[in-house]
């Protein structure tokens, strides 16, 4: 009796699951249709830059920094050679390390401050609210009414500006612009390409496919630019939760500000290449999203037609929860065995089922997503997908944790992601 009970709710929690990955099967028909009509837009976005040259806004660059001095200097560099005209153009180096960074943030500030260039390092007593803490504090410090942010590790291309700026100021309804994250270590290992897969997916296929459908798609944190007007309306960055970008997007969507995805904008940054650092990462990208969809404003809801209402739904319950339920499947059909081991052999195979349903589902969007972005389908791709998913499936237990405790707890402290500066 005991072994039946116990397989019927492993059962139903499979179902759940496999109900949840149905929405990406509404992605990849947005996917397919919106493909062939997209690719083509985005490039007129970039040639309007052109025609506003002379009347440029003013732009703040925020580069906020933790104990990174193998990345800092190469990151400003970067950022001071971005094409904007020198008095429109503010760059911000918000520097909470406790360690050499800050000696090599101030010389390299004095070094470009020589050149012209208003270039400014901001230091905190404390490092109060994480990242999002710094961001805020930077943002009481000018009138820029556009903020570009980018994490030490990413090295935008010096076009960049006027290609997301192009996009920001054509559309005012735009809460941001989101470019597309690159790696510059992607074939360092199995592990990076694998990552490099997962990210491209993420990118190419779901948020993509997010953006076309007027779905809210979150800001990653890095490499893209936001309007004043939407981060203050939406109540200004805060540090309740380890995922800031999410957070700060519910909240801007709700108030109905959009935000749009240029795919064919990118600026390289660094994967972690050993399982630890991934896991750590990992650990805190889970934990942040349960916090963020702990709080989801639902009325996000009541902005979006039906079909996207529900997709956006079912995906959101899938990110926030299905690590969780799959762990628990397992851990359910350990005990069906102990129990009844023919029930844990029912309970096992509807796992394996659901399973197999996401990755067929994931899969494909693997593929579109390479088509979208150029990458060749060939034996390459298809040994990568596997270490997609067996980076996935050694994660799990590390994602399962980490949601739970987003769920449960109110502080969480801020990991950041050991970087090496490859």
Known sequence: MLGAVLAGA???????????????????????????????QEPAGCRQADS??????????????????????????????????????????????????STIVAR??????????????????????FKAGALAAGQQLTKAQYFAIFDADYRPPPSFLRQTMAALLADSGLAFVQARLGYRNRERNALTRAQALELDTLFGFEQAARNWAGMPMTFNGTCGVWRREAIDQAGGWRGDSVAEDQDLSFRAFTLGWRCRLLLDVSAAGELPDNFEALALQRQRWSTGTAQV??????????????PQATAFAFLTLFYSSAA?????????????WLVSPG???????????????????????????????????????????????????????????ALVAGYLARAVPFARTPKKGH
Request: aromatic letters at 6%; a positive charge.
């Open 10 to 40: 492993g059962l139903i929690l499979c179902l759940y699951v496999g109900v949840l990955v149905l929405a990406d099967l509404y992605l990849i028909a947005v996917h397919l249709r919106g493909s062939h009509r997209h690719p083509a």
């Open 52 to 101: 506003s040259r002379g009347n440029e806004p003013l732009v703040c660059v925020q580069l906020p920094v933790f104990n990174e001095a193998k990345l800092v200097a190469a990151a400003i560099d970067s950022l001071c050679a971005l094409d904007w005209p020198r008095d429109r153009l503010e760059i911000m180096v918000l520097d909470d390390s406790t360690d050499e960074t």
């Open 108 to 129: 390299k500030v004095a070094e470009w401050r020589l050149k012209g260039l208003a270039i400014r390092h901001v230091r905190r007593p404390n490092r109060d609210s």
């Open 293 to 306: 969809f702990r709080k989801l404003p639902w009325a996000l809801l009541h902005s979006m037609p039906w």
């Open 324 to 336: 969780v339920v799959l762990v628990a499947i397992l851990a359910i059909a350990a005990l069906c």
């Open 343 to 401: 029930w844990a052999l029912v309970v096992a195979l509807g796992w394996v089922a659901t399973v197999a349903l996401l990755v067929v589902l994931r899969t494909i969007g693997a593929a579109l997503a390479a088509r979208r972005l150029g990458r060749p389908l060939n034996l390459a791709f298809l040994g990568d997908v596997v270490a997609h998913w067996l980076m996935q499936l050694v994660l799990l237990p590390t994602g399962g944790k």
